[in-house]
T-cell receptor
Framework: RKEVEQDPGPFNVPEGATVAFNCTYSNSASQSFFWYRQDCRKEPKLLMSVYSSGNEDGRFTAQLNRASQYISLLIRDSKLSDSATYLCVVSTGTASKLTFGTGTRLQVTL | DGGITQSPKYLFRKEGQNVTLSCEQNLNHDAMYWYRQDPGQGLRLIYYSQIVNDFQKGDIAEGYSVSREKKESFPLTVTSAQKNPTAFYLC??????????????FGPGTRLTVL
């Protein structure tokens, strides 16, 4: 079983739609959780950290369910510019070592 | 501007040659990391360093070497012993933000192709 699992997609959605991604992790000792965004042939960029209480940043909402060991990302009112691959990232806190999922690809269309 | 720079952006190498990838940061971060990314796979950790003059192997260190002589710099050498070096190489750094967990920030990457 992979340490961090994501549906690779692609998710094809029209502009204005709401889309949700889920991610599961296997290590119950994981302490920190992140969503990164990666555009084609570019470096990953931090989208948001994920906190136990859930957090929101504009159109983006992240949730963490420790009991079920999954993380979610909700994007409301999708824009064409949201088209990218979204990486679920988990840390056990040991030397800040991160484990990356393979990513979920989102394509927003007109 | 604060950030992480990597050079070169594209690198071509003949089989049997060693190459060194540069990574520099001016964020005053203590920790630095090297990853490789292959199509359809997540980023995999090659080496990391939490402090100057110290570094540890990651999950796929074989065929690679690093040094950390300065806080700002963490070069990666891809040796001829690396069997499949063609990949996208990403450098990252992190520093302790007050009240927050460590967050890693990435450089723009170096795309290495072995001919």
């Amino acid at each position: 079983r992979k340490e961090v699992e994501q549906d690779p997609g692609p998710f094809n959605v029209p502009e204005g739609a709401t889309v949700a991604f889920n991610c599961t992790y296997s290590n119950s000792a994981s302490q920190s959780f992140f969503w990164y965004r990666q555009d084609c042939r570019k470096e990953p960029k931090l989208l948001m950290s994920v906190y136990s209480s859930g957090n929101e940043d504009g159109r983006f909402t992240a949730q963490l369910n420790r009991a079920s060991q999954y993380i979610s990302l909700l994007i409301r009112d999708s824009k064409l510019s949201d088209s990218a691959t979204y990486l679920c990232v988990v840390s056990t806190g040991t030397a800040s070592k991160l484990t990356f999922g393979t990513g979920t690809r989102l394509q927003v269309t007109l | 501007d604060g950030g992480i720079t990597q050079s070169p952006k594209y690198l071509f190498r003949k089989e049997g040659q060693n190459v060194t990838l540069s990574c520099e940061q001016n964020l005053n971060h203590d920790a630095m990391y090297w990853y490789r990314q292959d199509p359809g796979q997540g980023l995999r950790l090659i080496y990391y360093s939490q402090i100057v003059n110290d570094f540890q192997k990651g999950d796929i260190a074989e065929g690679y070497s690093v040094s950390r002589e300065k806080k700002e710099s963490f070069p990666l050498t891809v040796t001829s012993a690396q069997k499949n070096p063609t990949a996208f190489y990403l450098c990252a750094s992190s520093g302790r933000d007050p009240g927050a967990t460590d967050t890693q920030y990435f450089g723009p990457g170096t795309r290495l192709t072995v001919l």
